[in-house]
């Protein structure tokens, strides 16, 4: 059974810029703005006023504007797959505690919003599902600066992987020894399961079990890092939050950077979202 995590989501308190910064500093593209030689966009390229969608070519960013109740953040992620019947079958019959719930018309991105058994949300959509549209189900080349994993922080995570693994065929990759996470990947993508615990935040800001950071491919680990200081010198809107600039966040870092051995470079995107570049 074939499947493939096709989006991540932000809640955003600036969503159009969000996607403006992960366009600048990323190459990601929305469908908007892959229509612009030299003609307008379709109303059906047009971004919506309810998110901006843009994509690496293989998946989607979807960035959506902060409502009440909501916390700005990394959210939740998307899995595609070829039937969406048998995954639902399959999740019944081995993890019955396991709800979903169909998704309004108007997400480009997903049929069904379920659950593994830590409570951890995620999308599942069919490629013939009427309501993928747009990044969603549209195709182009990868860009060289690409998303090639993303972490959730769980509090059972041998349950959770053995949970993604059974029910959608992920593959378990190899990981060193005593290295508590575990590495699922789609053939492209790593999702990157690590354990949740209390204690990992002594001397800083609690962060609840959820989605961690997105780390992105990059070609070459030097330049990057000068072009993101060079945008934002030009543009101080675009210009990453401040990374381990106190003591609280030196701990923060401190705890990131012996979590996910994925991670060459940390870094945050405009609103403090933990994201990682990293060389092939």
Known sequence: MSAKMNHL????????????????????????????AGKAPTAREKR???????????????????RPGRAARFEHFGI????AEAIFARMAQKYPRVKWLKRPSNRPFAGITTHDPDGNVFDISQNDMANRKDIYAEQHALHPRHISHFAIR???PDTIAEFYRTIFDFELRNKQAG?????????HITLVVMPWDI???DGTGIAPASMDHVGFTVENLADFKDYVKMIGDENPFLQPMPLGANGEGRRRLALWQRSC??????????????ISASEA
């Open 80 to 83: 595609q797959v070829d039937d």
């Open 199 to 201: 204690t990992d935040y």
């Open 154 to 156: 769980t509090m059972n």
């Open 9 to 36: 989501a932000i809640i955003s308190e600036q969503y159009e810029r969000s996607a403006k910064f992960y366009e600048t500093i990323f190459g990601m593209r929305s469908s908007a703005s892959r229509s612009m």
């Open 48 to 66: 919506p006023a309810f998110a901006a969608t843009v994509g690496d070519g293989y998946v989607g960013l979807n960035i959506n504007p902060r």
């Open 261 to 274: 051995p994925l991670c060459q470079h940390h870094m945050t995107d405009m609103e403090g979202n933990m």
């Open 179 to 187: 290295d508590p996470n575990h590495y699922l990947s789609d053939g």
